[in-house]
C-alpha cells in the first residue's frame, strides 16, 4: 500500500505540471496538494507510522471526492466509478484499523518501539 501512495504520488506530479503549465491554478493546487499527501501517505505506511495512514485514508478519499467537486452537473462520473473505489477504501480503512496499535505515533519511534538514546540505554 506504501508504494500505491508513491506510485499515485507521481502520476498526479505529472498531472500537476501539466496543469500548472497550462494556467490552470485550480486544478494544479488541488493536483499539488494530492502528491504531497500521497508521497506522505505513501512513505508514512511504509515506515508503519500512524500519520501515513490518515494521510493515505485521506489522498484516497480525494481521489474518490475529486471527480464530483471539479466536474459539471452534466458530466457526473456513473455512480459505479464512486462505489468500487469506496468498497476499497473501506477495506483499506479495516485493515489499517486492525493494525493501528502496532504502528508507531510519531518520528521518534522505529517499528513501534521507542527509540533509544544516550549512554543510558539497556544493553
Known sequence: MGIQGVVVAVVALAYTVSAFGEGAMFGGGLLATLTLLAFTGGFGVLRR??????????????????????????????????????????????????????????????????????PEAPE
Open 49 to 118: 507510522k500512524r500519520y501515513g495512514v490518515v494521510s493515505f485514508v485521506v489522498t484516497w478519499a480525494s481521489l474518490i471526492l475529486l471527480p464530483l467537486l471539479v466536474s459539471s452537473k452534466d458530466d457526473l462520473p456513473n455512480p459505479s466509478q464512486v462505489i468500487a473505489p469506496l468498497i476499497g477504501l473501506g477495506i483499506n480503512i479495516w485493515y489499517f484499523a486492525r493494525r493501528w496499535k502496532f504502528m508507531g505515533s510519531d518520528f521518534s519511534e522505529v517499528d513501534g518501539e521507542p527509540a533509544e538514546s544516550g
